[in-house]
């Protein structure tokens, strides 16, 4: 298994500012994903991240509003950028770890409230 | 595009009682599939996780089930518990292991003492 852990845990920003979500892991992992949970939805993937490359972006996301930084095996950032009350959502990190089975081990979130 | 639906949406049943989640995926061409819980304000828990070549796994009360060709899964808890309340995610991952997944709304699930 992976421990993870998000700072911050939760944040209320202003309209137009940016937020730097941090994301650590206890052992080196290949692959990290970027997830939203908005209000009463399920989680959306915004992003792979992987050590080495440019993080890869799903359909609705871009990398100007999302900058995502995956500078060594345990540690990635997302960014949120020139925030909006629509950006107002849980945000979490996972990974993929594991010996033979292989799964996804999640962070526990950074809720994030835009004014 | 992988879609995944959960029925039903809510749920609440008293204590004690064995209880069935349902899960369905529009592509059935996937690698495996993950149930989580999420307890409000908390990430998510990994409870189970079935292999595309699996029909079963089984955890404690838990027992999940898959039928890629009718592209299903249900997730059975056994003996209902107050403790067991929260929101159950079922996951889908069609990317060989390497993919995000792609995630159904979820099940709230309230267990009444």
């Known amino acids: 298994s992976a421990v993870i852990s998000q700072k911050p845990s939760r944040d209320i920003c202003q309209r137009g500012t940016s937020l730097t979500i941090q994301c650590q892991v206890d052992?080196?992992?290949?692959?990290m994903f970027w997830y939203r949970q908005q209000p009463g939805q399920s989680l959306t993937l915004i992003a792979t991240?992987?050590?080495?490359?440019?993080?890869?972006?799903e359909s609705g996301f871009v990398i100007d509003k999302f900058p995502i930084s995956r500078p060594n095996l345990t540690f990635s950032t997302l960014t949120v950028s020139n925030m909006s009350p629509e950006d107002s959502s849980i945000y979490l990190c996972?990974?993929?770890?594991?010996?033979?089975?292989?799964?996804?081990?999640f962070g526990p979130g950074t809720r994030l409230t835009v004014l | 595009k992988q879609e995944v639906t959960q029925i039903p949406a809510a749920l609440s049943v008293p204590e004690g009682e064995n209880l069935v989640l349902n899960c369905s995926f529009t592509?059935?061409?996937?690698?495996?599939l993950q149930w989580f819980r999420q307890d409000p304000g908390k990430g998510l828990t990994s409870l189970l996780l079935?292999?595309?070549?699996?029909r079963e796994q089984t955890s404690g009360r838990l027992n999940a089930s898959l039928d890629k060709s009718s592209g299903r899964s249900t997730l059975y808890i056994a003996a209902s518990q107050p403790g067991d309340s929260a929101t159950y995610l079922c996951?889908?991952?069609?990317?060989?292991?390497?993919?995000?997944?792609?995630f159904g709304k979820g099940t709230h699930l309230i267990i009444q003492p």
């Open positions: 996972s990974v993929l770890a594991g010996g033979q089975i292989r799964e996804q081990f």
């Open positions: 052992s080196q992992v290949t692959m």
């Open positions: 991240a992987n050590q080495g490359s440019e993080a890869t972006y």
């Open positions: 592509d059935s061409a996937i690698y495996n």
């Open positions: 079935i292999q595309s070549s699996q």
């Open positions: 996951a889908a991952n069609s990317g060989g292991g390497a993919d995000g997944l792609t």
